[in-house]
C-alpha cells in the first residue's frame, strides 16, 4: 500500500470547516483514499473513501485532486466532539485486503 | 448496521497470567478479523490476520504462541495473551471485514494492563 504523509497535529475552530490534508505522491491506480478517525481510547471510526471522484457523506467531504497524489477531508461543520485523530489511508480494495496505519493527524477542536 | 463488540472493555491481570478478549462482530458473518495493537501515542499496528476455521496469519515480530487466536465461528474471534508481562499492556482493538469483504469495521478496544 501506498504511504500517505499527513501533519502530526492541528487545531481548528469550532463551528469552522476543517481541512485535513493528505500527501500519497506514490498511489498506484487501484488504490483507494480512506479516511479513518480514532477518538481518545477508542476504536477507530470509518470516515469515507473514495478513488478519483469527490465524495461526502453525513460526516465528512473528501476532495482528491485530479492527479490523486493528494487528498483533503474536510469536516464541514466541526464541533468539539470531532477532536481525534485522523488517519488518511491508501489500500487496493481487495477482499480481505489489510489496512496500514500511519501517524495521522491529532485535531484539536477549539470552542 | 456492522457493529463490532469486545469483551472486556479492560482488565487487568498478573504477570505470569493470561487473559482472553473477545471480539464479535453483532449483527453480520465476519470470515476475517482483524487484531491490532496501540501503545500510548502510538498509530495502530496490526498484529495478525484471523480467518474463521482457519490458522490466523501474523505480523513479522508478532509471537503466534504468546497470542493465540481463535477464530472458531463467524462472528467470534478470540485473542489469548499467554504468560503475560507489563510489556504487554496495550490497547487492543479487533476489526471485522463487512458483509461486503471491502471495508473493516472495529470494536472498540480492550486496554490490558499487567501488573
Known amino acids: 500500500d501506498a504511504k500517505t504523509t499527513q501533519p502530526t497535529s492541528m487545531d481548528c475552530a469550532e463551528g469552522r470547516a476543517a481541512n485535513l490534508p493528505c500527501n500519497h505522491s506514490?498511489?498506484?491506480?487501484?488504490?483507494?483514499v480512506y479516511w479513518y478517525r480514532q477518538i481518545h481510547s477508542q476504536g477507530p471510526q470509518y470516515i469515507i473513501h473514495?478513488?478519483?471522484n469527490n465524495e461526502t457523506n453525513e460526516m465528512a467531504s473528501l476532495i482528491i485532486t485530479e492527479d490523486r497524489k493528494s487528498s483533503t477531508l474536510i469536516l464541514p461543520h466541526a464541533t468539539l466532539r470531532d477532536t481525534a485523530v485522523y488517519y488518511c489511508?491508501?489500500?487496493?480494495?481487495?477482499?480481505?485486503?489489510?489496512?496500514?496505519f500511519g501517524g495521522g493527524t491529532r485535531v484539536l477542536v477549539k470552542p | 448496521g456492522a457493529v463490532v463488540s469486545q469483551h472486556p472493555s479492560r482488565v487487568i491481570c498478573k504477570s505470569g497470567t493470561s487473559v482472553k478478549i473477545e471480539c464479535r462482530s453483532l449483527?453480520?458473518?465476519?470470515?476475517?478479523m482483524f487484531w491490532y495493537r496501540q501503545f500510548p501515542k502510538q498509530s495502530l499496528m496490526l498484529m495478525a490476520t484471523?480467518?474463521?476455521?482457519?490458522?490466523?496469519?501474523?505480523e513479522q515480530g508478532v509471537e503466534k504462541d504468546k497470542f493465540l487466536i481463535n477464530h472458531a465461528s463467524l462472528t467470534l474471534s478470540t485473542l489469548t495473551v499467554t504468560s503475560a508481562h507489563p510489556e504487554d499492556s496495550s490497547f487492543y482493538i479487533c476489526?471485522?471485514?463487512?458483509?461486503?469483504?471491502?471495508?473493516?469495521?472495529f470494536g472498540p478496544g480492550t486496554r490490558l494492563t499487567v501488573t
Open positions: 476489526s471485522a471485514l463487512g458483509p461486503e469483504h471491502y471495508e473493516q469495521y
Open positions: 506514490t498511489i498506484s491506480g487501484n488504490e483507494y
Open positions: 473514495g478513488l478519483k
Open positions: 489511508i491508501v489500500r487496493v480494495r481487495a477482499a480481505g485486503n489489510k489496512l496500514t
Open positions: 449483527d453480520f458473518q465476519a470470515t476475517t
Open positions: 484471523s480467518n474463521e476455521g482457519s490458522k490466523a496469519t501474523y
